[in-house]
């Protein structure tokens, strides 16, 4: 059953069809628009199907600041080293943060094999790594609305066992927040939003009614198969050439209008809302998560006596920019250049679904 | 005397060359191989070939040793062999290294012998000479293997990416993935890990069986390391020529692209221990296909593309909807993702 | 920003974990964070949690709507 969904999203022909859709809308209207992509995932899976080298030449796809690991502070993963360096513990963080390097160019994957770090797929994993011994746990705690309930809900379940060697460090990130920020920004730059697909499958459609306000944007919730991701911008367009600014839900399949209030609640049972720095983006208030004084005790960055975190960016480096959408990987001079994926120097190249991570890797044919 | 084993696990004594090694090599490694492979313990062993022949050497570090569908020591001898047998040799000849940390099992070490036992009875290959060496715990990864190989070429011209020309044929032996996304599950520790299985096996017949094809043949690689699309960018490198692959008609396990998806990975760049790429020229893509199809291993094999002059030095892949893009080197470390 | 997968719930264990299934590739997740998971139900997957039931019929309506657009183009849809 789910093959069988799996290929119809995949389908050419209806592909087909969806592409002479948005042609025929994309000619109505004329003028260069730009939709951003604020998830990650739609950026690599946009690039991964290839579906840039068949939009009409008036639509620019730009990927917004939704790859957690982009807009994780350098200054948070200083503090994360010092951590190895000074205390006896071990850290535990998705593969995702491995690669990211602190303000020294330097990495948690040098400790690879030391035992020190260890990759966990799932927060569930957390428990069993805590009651096996008796040295501190420090989690790595990122990641935007999808991610944090089942941290959350991890950490909710610590408490109730009593487990006290378990620790979290947060700097978790919340979407509207940065939405209200990027459509309040005054050089914005961007026509429409692709909304998340798995952070809204969570939020549901409320949150995003900011965007339907006067000044407002159109805002699509969208799938990630390629049939999912033309029918998003498909739809982006109808709303553009009507002149609406509607939220609209692509994803039915799994994005309900309320959401998962269950693993909202579970969210909110440990944490509570924070003015949080973003890599590129500075502070943008309430836009984090924290525990709660309930759970203070969990908290890293007091029980390490963790100094706050600073922002850094590299040199040269416009990842702040990009992930605002207002500059295009390729208009940075190291892109390609002095920035791979091999040797990244800002975030963007870091992360695999980072803006410029996602060009580089699945570039277009040449002309 | 008896011969008990009073050593549950690998000591550094077992490797100082004294009573302890002999006691290691005489009674645990060499019965494994007395008789067919070395007839006897000497410092080295003698063998003749005719004609051409090819030497190649690898070194196994795979963390886990130990995962579904092989261990370190099948690896270790089907590497190789598969290293001479993609350059259209039959292979003869190994030697086989160990360098094992102290504190390794005893009983697990004669797991990964049995192994190698078997994987070289598969292969038809002798084992004709060893080693060992033990590190102090801690400065090794549990087990590590070296194999050298020779074998005798079955052709009488070199295999190489400089043979190929616009229009010719590149098949795909295997489904694609099995063996790297294998043992990322098993060192991660992940439940996925009782579903799957390394497709780690012997390539020499699927390679004989392409070889008669003569000049028809114009490449092999074992697709390991990198994967598909390390392989193919490797051949594009710098050449006059292209690769064009269409997405869609490469050979993928459906659990295995779900495995993938799970974890965020692309099987394009996943390792494979029994999956062989081979470009043919444009008319004997058929036959490619039907000597491929002939044998168990290449069942499954598809033709996935055409070497093309219009993109030189590029590999270029039409997407499941139709798209056009690079298909890039794999790069960055293989790791579980959520994002 | 959130990869997740769909797979089918096979068997309910009683501490809020189920086993999972999609071609054969079976796993263990939590199903805490949705409401009456019940086997034969389809879950999206992140991060070895389910994170909503999928729904089939959505899905199939939605591809109805494109086929339909793809044999009549001009169809106005969505």
């Known amino acids: 059953m789910l093959i069988v969904l799996k290929e119809e999203l995949h389908d050419r022909n209806l592909a087909k069809a969806l592409i002479g859709e948005i042609q025929k809308a994309a000619e109505d209207i004329g003028r260069e628009l730009k939709i951003m992509e604020v998830c990650g995932t739609h950026t690599v899976s946009l690039r991964r199907s290839g579906i840039h080298s068949f939009l009409p030449d008036n639509i620019t796809m730009i990927s917004g600041p939704g790859c957690p690991v982009c807009v994780t502070p350098a200054g948070y993963v200083d503090n994360a080293l010092s951590l190895l360096e000074e205390e006896e513990l071990t850290l535990a963080t998705f593969g995702d943060m491995l690669k990211v390097p602190g303000s020294g160019g330097i990495s948690l994957s040098r400790y690879i094999g030391s035992g020190r770090v260890r990759i966990i797929y799932s927060p569930s994993d957390l428990i069993s790594m805590a009651q096996s011994g008796e040295k501190p746990i420090v989690f790595l705690g990122i990641g935007f609305e999808t991610t944090i309930p089942t941290i959350a809900s991890v950490f909710l379940r610590a408490f109730e066992q009593g487990i006290h060697n378990l620790f979290l460090y947060p700097a978790f990130k919340t979407v509207p927040p940065a939405l209200q920020a990027l459509l309040s920004s005054p050089d914005r730059n961007f026509d429409a939003f692709l909304l998340p697909g798995h952070v809204s499958v969570i939020l549901g459609l409320e949150p995003y009614r900011l965007l339907e306000k006067p000044g407002g944007v159109p805002g699509v919730i969208t799938g990630f198969e390629p049939i999912d991701l033309l029918g998003g911008i498909l739809s982006i367009l109808k709303q553009l050439r009507a002149g609406e600014n509607k939220v609209e839900n692509a994803y039915p399949r799994a994005v309900r209008r309320e959401g998962n209030p269950r693993a909202r609640e579970i969210m909110n049972r440990l944490l509570q809302p924070s003015d949080e720095l973003w890599r590129g983006l500075g502070i943008i208030p309430l836009s984090g998560m924290r525990l709660k004084a309930k759970y203070m005790d969990f908290d890293a960055g007091i029980r390490f006596g963790l100094p706050e975190i600073r922002n850094f960016e590299p040199p ?52 | 005397m008896k011969h008990e084993e009073k050593h549950t696990h690998i000591s550094l004594e077992h490797g100082s060359g004294g009573a302890l090694s002999k006691e290691l090599i005489e009674k645990v490694i060499y019965p494994f ?30 963390d886990p040793p130990f995962f579904p569908g092989g261990n370190i020591g099948s690896l270790a ?120 299985s390394s497709d780690c096996a012997s390539l020499y017949p ?38 064009e692959v269409v997405e869609s008609n490469f050979p993928i396990e459906k659990k295995i692209a779900a495995a993938a998806d799970i974890l965020g990975l692309n099987v394009l760049e996943i390792a494979n221990e029994g999956v062989l790429i081979a470009v043919v020229s444009e008319n004997a893509g058929s036959k490619a296909l039907e000597l491929l199809h002939s044998k168990p291993l290449g069942q499954k094999a598809c033709i996935v593309g055409r070497a093309t002059s219009a993109y030189p030095g590029m590999v270029i892949l039409e997407t499941t909807v139709g798209g056009r893009r690079v298909l890039d080197l794999p790069r960055g470390l293989l790791l579980p993702r959520i994002c | 920003m959130c990869i997740a997968v769909p797979m089918e719930i096979v068997h309910i264990y ?65």
């Open chain 2, 33 to 62: 191989f007395q008789g067919r492979d070395f007839p006897e313990l000497s410092d080295s062993s003698c063998f003749s070939l005719q004609g051409r022949a090819f030497i190649t050497t690898d070194t196994y570090v795979v």
């Open chain 2, 206 to 243: 699927l390679c004989r069986s392409l070889c008669s094809l003569g000049e028809e043949l114009r490449f092999m690689r074992d697709a390991t390391r990198g994967g598909a699309a390390a392989i193919l960018n490797e051949i594009a490198e710098s050449r006059s020529f292209g690769l």
């Open chain 1, 316 to 367: 040269g480096c416009i990842c702040a920019q990009v992930i605002q959408g207002k500059a295009l990987p390729n208009q940075c001079s190291l892109f390609g250049k002095n920035c791979t994926p091999d040797k990244p120097v800002g975030p963007c190249m870091v992360s695999s679904e980072g803006s410029c991570a996602a060009n580089f890797r699945y570039r277009e044919l040449p002309v």
């Open chain 2, 77 to 196: 001898v089907f590497g190789t062999c598969n290293d001479l047998a993609v350059c259209g040799a039959e292979p003869r000849y190994l030697t086989l290294a160990f360098v094992i940390e102290e504190g390794f099992s005893i009983g697990e070490l004669k797991k990964v012998l049995h192994s190698i036992k078997k994987a070289a009875e598969d292969a038809h290959v002798k084992i004709l000479s060893g080693d060992t060496k033990v590190v102090p715990s801690g400065k090794g990864g549990g087990i590590y293997i070296n194999t050298a190989g020779v074998g005798e070429s079955i052709i009488s011209f070199n295999l190489s990416p400089s043979r190929i020309r616009e229009g010719d044929t590149i098949l795909v032996s295997a489904p694609l993935g099995a063996h790297g996304i294998t043992v990322l599950a098993a060192r991660e520790s992940l439940k996925i890990a009782s579903s799957l």
């Open chain 3, 14 to 78: 009683k501490d809020g974990k189920a086993l999972v299934r999609q071609d054969n590739l079976e796993t263990d997740i939590d199903v805490s964070l949705i409401e009456n998971p019940k086997p034969g139900d389809y879950v999206i997957v992140h991060a070895g949690f389910a994170i909503e039931a999928l729904d089939l019929e959505e899905a199939k309506e939605r591809l109805e709507l494109f086929k339909a657009m793809s044999e009549s183009p001009g169809t106005a849809i969505c």
